[in-house]
């Protein structure tokens, strides 16, 4: 299971060292054994010129959701260090629009992990509980330490 020592260290590159997360207004608000959940309260630099949620943004909070979601699992090989893992392969379904002003939810989770490949998905609800997007993703881990 995951150490308190861990979700600490988490939370903190989750909410306050990692950039693009800072720049585009990402928060970890929650982390488990094979689960991450991740907001985002809707800003102008992420819609679209039509004022809806840009797809880029949906998909990029999936990508923290399931990335985060695999790193409560992959701590402590070579001590406090994760092995990165890249994308082989993802799908997303954008099933509703996302409303400028509303606040999203991913919850990612890791469905299967092995010693290379992790199968992921998840899933964005709006505050209404409506759901916005599902994804699912293939990584493999490149086997090189990364320091949190």
């Given at each position: 299971?995951?150490?308190?020592?861990?979700?600490?260290?988490?939370?903190?590159?989750?909410?306050?060292?990692?950039?693009?997360?800072?720049?585009?207004?990402?928060?970890?608000?929650?982390?488990?054994?094979?689960?991450?959940?991740?907001?985002?309260?809707?800003?102008?630099?992420?819609?679209?010129?039509?004022?809806g949620a840009h797809?880029?943004?949906?998909?990029?909070?999936?990508?923290?959701?399931?990335?985060?979601?695999?790193?409560?699992?992959?701590?402590?090989?070579?001590?406090?260090?994760?092995?990165?893992p890249h994308w082989?392969?993802?799908?997303?379904?954008?099933?509703?629009?996302?409303?400028?002003?509303?606040?999203?939810?991913?919850?990612?989770?890791?469905?299967?992990?092995?010693?290379?490949?992790?199968?992921?998905?998840?899933?964005?609800?709006?505050?209404?509980?409506?759901?916005?997007?599902?994804?699912?993703?293939?990584?493999?881990?490149?086997?090189?330490?990364?320091?949190?």
């Amino acid at each position: 299971p995951m150490t308190k020592d861990l979700y600490d260290k988490l939370m903190v590159f989750g909410n306050d060292q990692e950039p693009f997360l800072a720049h585009n207004f990402m928060r970890t608000t929650d982390l488990d054994d094979g689960t991450a959940t991740v907001t985002l309260p809707m800003h102008t630099e992420s819609l679209n010129r039509w004022g809806g949620a840009h797809g880029g943004i949906l998909f990029s909070l999936c990508d923290v959701a399931m990335g985060m979601a695999i790193m409560t699992l992959r701590q402590g090989e070579g001590g406090h260090r994760s092995r990165p893992p890249h994308w082989c392969a993802a799908t997303i379904d954008y099933l509703s629009a996302a409303a400028a002003g509303s606040t999203l939810t991913t919850v990612g989770k890791v469905d299967r992990l092995g010693g290379k490949l992790a199968f992921c998905s998840a899933e964005m609800t709006d505050e209404t509980g409506k759901v916005i997007v599902r994804a699912h993703c293939v990584m493999c881990f490149t086997g090189r330490a990364l320091p949190l």
